[in-house]
Nanobody, 118 residues
């Protein structure tokens, strides 16, 4: 099975950047990897996703143009580059893997906290 481990979260100021990593213990294969986030007292929201087979990417409108999802095949790692961070981006960020972007996720990471101060 696939085990996912997120890292790279932290406390930053508005306008700063962070890069989150999601490393898999095994190969993603044909899976899609998706970043979700959950703010305090809120539901879990889609942020970005990438399909390993062809590298196609998808973004929520709230992060489009600021965040970039990418993959490193040899390291079996997915990254989320977050630029121009806003306080509204504050949340726990989770990576997950599933058959497709819009399908239920089969594997989840433990989450990493991102806090953006004003």
């Amino acid at each position: 099975q696939v085990q996912l481990v997120e890292s790279g979260g932290g406390l930053v100021q508005a306008g700063d950047s962070l890069r989150l990593s999601c490393a898999a213990s095994g190969r993603f294969g044909s899976y899609a990897t998706v970043w979700f986030r959950q703010a305090r007292g809120k539901g879990r929201d889609f942020v970005a996703g990438i399909v390993w087979s062809d590298g196609s990417t998808y973004y929520d409108d709230s992060v489009k143009g600021r965040f970039t999802i990418s993959k490193e095949d040899t390291e079996n790692t997915v990254y989320l580059q977050m630029n121009s961070l806003k306080p509204a981006d504050t949340a726990v960020y989770y990576c997950a893997a599933g058959e497709g972007i819009a399908t239920p996720m089969d594997y989840w990471g433990q989450g990493t906290q991102v806090t953006v101060s004003s």
